[in-house]
């Protein structure tokens, strides 16, 4: 594990997880994926997202028609979500020490071609909480901006097994994944990358 890096705000750990942590952390979330299968929400413009979502915890965010919101069940199995594994709290308790419990972890799988517009975390209601955001498998651009739209904004290739913590002051930044770079990652079954952010909800 290297020194933190500084992104307009967000704290970026490169190579936070060595490989058998992120094959640990990997063979935990096929697990949680098993039991709440990732599925490509739709805005609440009825626009599909390119990415494919689950989540782990007491609560589980969601967007449909309906907007975004957290539910404590998966909305299609309708079963609770799986609890949040060892290994991703432990990621929490590392770099959040001074935060409380999380309560959700937001599972997101890109496939090739997939990429999530610039937007803010701003549905959870305790926003003095941080979020931890996970990268494991293929790289990708990670742009950062101020907390509001349209100001200049910076970015940095995340790899398999960076952490960042998005807080403070950067809480409410921008931020977004323009691509990920297809293949340059041996982690995944068939590819691609998955992060996870943990995040207070309530
Ligand atoms: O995939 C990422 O690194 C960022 C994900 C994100 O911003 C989110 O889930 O809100
Ligand atoms: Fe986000």
């Excluded at 750990?13 to 739709?42: C, K, N, Y």
């Excluded at 494919?52 to 589980?60: D, E």
């Excluded at 999530?116 to 305790?126: F, I, K, P, T, V």
């Amino acid at each position: 594990m290297s020194s933190p890096l500084d992104l307009r705000g967000v704290t970026i750990w490169p190579g936070f997880l060595s490989r058998a942590e992120q094959e640990a952390m990997l063979a935990d979330l096929l697990t949680v994926m098993a039991i709440a299968p990732p599925i490509r929400p739709v805005t609440r413009w009825g626009r599909p997202m390119s990415v494919a979502m689950t989540s782990c915890g007491r609560l589980g965010w969601v967007s449909d028609r309906r907007g975004y919101r957290y539910e404590p069940h998966h909305p299609e199995t309708g079963r609770p979500w799986p609890a949040i594994p060892d290994s991703l709290q432990a990621v929490w308790h590392a770099l959040a020490p001074a935060a409380r419990e999380p309560e959700s972890a937001l599972v997101n799988l890109y496939r090739e071609g997939a990429r999530m517009g610039l937007h803010q975390d701003r549905d959870e209601a305790d926003l003095t909480q941080p979020v931890v955001s996970i990268s494991l498998g293929d790289a990708a651009l990670f742009r950062v901006g101020g907390t509001a739209r349209g100001g200049p904004t910076a970015s940095i290739w995340l790899h398999s097994g960076d952490v960042c913590v998005i807080g403070g002051a950067a809480r409410l930044a921008f931020h977004g994944i323009d691509r990920i770079r297809a293949g340059s990652s041996d982690l995944l079954p068939g590819g691609g990358r998955i992060n996870v952010t943990l995040r207070v909800v309530t």
